[in-house]
């Protein structure tokens, strides 16, 4: 539960629940509830932005498209997200810039561009296995930084910029 400890009681933390091979995210969530986190999941819209609404236990996700599952409560719009301390994002790979390769959808892009937009600064962290912490992945000049990953083994933080 190294991603729990990165958040502290009473921040507000975005986060996800994981699909397919992704590193499980359900204890994560869990975790971060017990400790006095409030914990935001997004909702996919139809133009593949984001809203978000509060995690409420498993119980309260729901099916929704392309394999997700999604919190049934109420929607506090994309802007929420301007608003956490803390965003944790699906990715590939993760370079040791803190370049990261999503999954090509464009939804956290937004988020991000999203936050920068807002001055928000939060701490981003992606979850990955450690193969998938990579010495190099393809960047763009918009591209913002994670500033750590979370793999099994640990933290790893990052402090250099993207270029």
């Known amino acids: 539960m190294h991603a729990a400890a990165l958040a502290e009681p009473g921040w507000t933390v975005a986060a996800y629940v994981s699909v397919g091979g992704e590193p499980g995210t359900g204890p994560l969530l869990d975790a971060l509830a017990a400790r006095g986190v ?33 919190p049934t409560g109420a929607r506090l719009g994309p802007e929420a997200v301007c608003g956490v301390r803390m965003v944790l994002l699906p990715g590939l790979a993760v370079d040791r810039r803190g370049v990261r390769l999503g999954r090509g959808g464009g939804s956290y892009d937004r988020v991000l561009a999203r936050l920068a937009a807002a001055g928000a600064a939060p701490l981003l962290a992606t979850l990955l296995y450690e193969e998938e912490l990579l010495p190099r992945v393809p960047g763009e000049a918009h591209d913002l930084p994670v500033d750590a990953v979370v793999t099994p083994s640990g933290v790893h933080r990052f402090g250099g910029s993207a270029d």
């Open 38 to 70: 409030r914990v935001l999941l997004p909702v996919l819209l139809a133009d593949n932005d984001l809203d978000w609404a509060p995690y409420t236990g498993r119980e309260a996700l729901a099916p929704a498209s392309r394999g997700l599952l999604e």
